[in-house]
T-cell receptor
């Protein structure tokens, strides 16, 4: 089975712009979670989608949003980029994301905001 | 979620077993112990998980103490490619908590 794929792998934007990142889960997985990783804050949960619905949300401002499509693919959007949004954005998929479901991570998208 | 404590760093000689400890003294009965690792700038890689019995797969073994307050991840024959940050995570078996809460992990350096 193919793993979780994320596109693009690298992205450079300037302050004030917006960005959209894409995640394709493992085939058959219906849950997609997004995480942000920075040197200062480590890995932090952004949100989780299941069957096109956001079920869980982390403590991030409204500039961070996401959606999931009927084929389980997911996108996250960051509007009005700030320098502090520079990070590795990780997507993880699982069958249902309940406690017994293992989450598998993609390679991440490295976002640099100038 | 129960909090975990891991040493910030450990060294291991190539070919030897690497034993990574994790303390989770506040773990509750319905919480699993998960281990992931992250090689520099890559996505975290799932290693193994368990509830109360010891577990083994092709990558590692997980030893959970009888009181479940601590666990040890064992890489039986460490290689240079095992150099990574290892995260021990406690996660509820069910409910509506779908996220993984990562701590700072243990940086394992495998030396030639």
């Amino acid at each position: 089975k193919a793993g979780v794929t994320q596109t693009p792998r690298y992205l450079i934007k300037t302050r004030g712009q917006q960005v959209t990142l894409s995640c394709s889960p493992i085939s058959g997985h219906r849950s997609v979670s997004w995480y942000q990783q920075t040197p200062g804050q480590g890995l932090q949960f952004l949100f989780e989608y299941f069957s096109e619905t956001q079920r869980n949300k982390g403590n991030f401002p409204g500039r961070f949003s996401g959606r999931q499509f009927s084929n389980s693919r997911s996108e996250m959007n960051v509007s009005t980029l700030e320098l502090g949004d520079s990070a590795l954005y990780l997507c993880a998929s699982s069958f249902e994301a309940r406690g017994t479901d293992t989450q598998y991570f993609g390679p991440g998208t490295r976002l640099t905001v100038l | 979620d129960a909090k975990t404590t891991q040493p910030p760093s450990m060294d291991c000689a190539e070919g030897r077993a690497a034993n990574l400890p994790c303390n989770h003294s506040t773990i509750s009965g319905n919480e699993y112990v998960y281990w992931y690792r992250q090689i520099h700038s890559q996505g975290p890689q799932y290693i193994i998980h368990g509830l109360k019995n010891n577990e083994t797969n092709e990558m590692a073994s997980l030893i959970i103490t009888e009181d479940r307050k601590s666990s040890t991840l064992i890489l039986p024959h460490a290689t240079l490619r095992d150099t990574a940050v290892y995260y021990c995570i406690v996660r509820p078996r069910g409910g509506s908590n779908y996220k993984l809460t990562f701590g700072k992990g243990t940086l394992l350096t495998v030396n030639p």
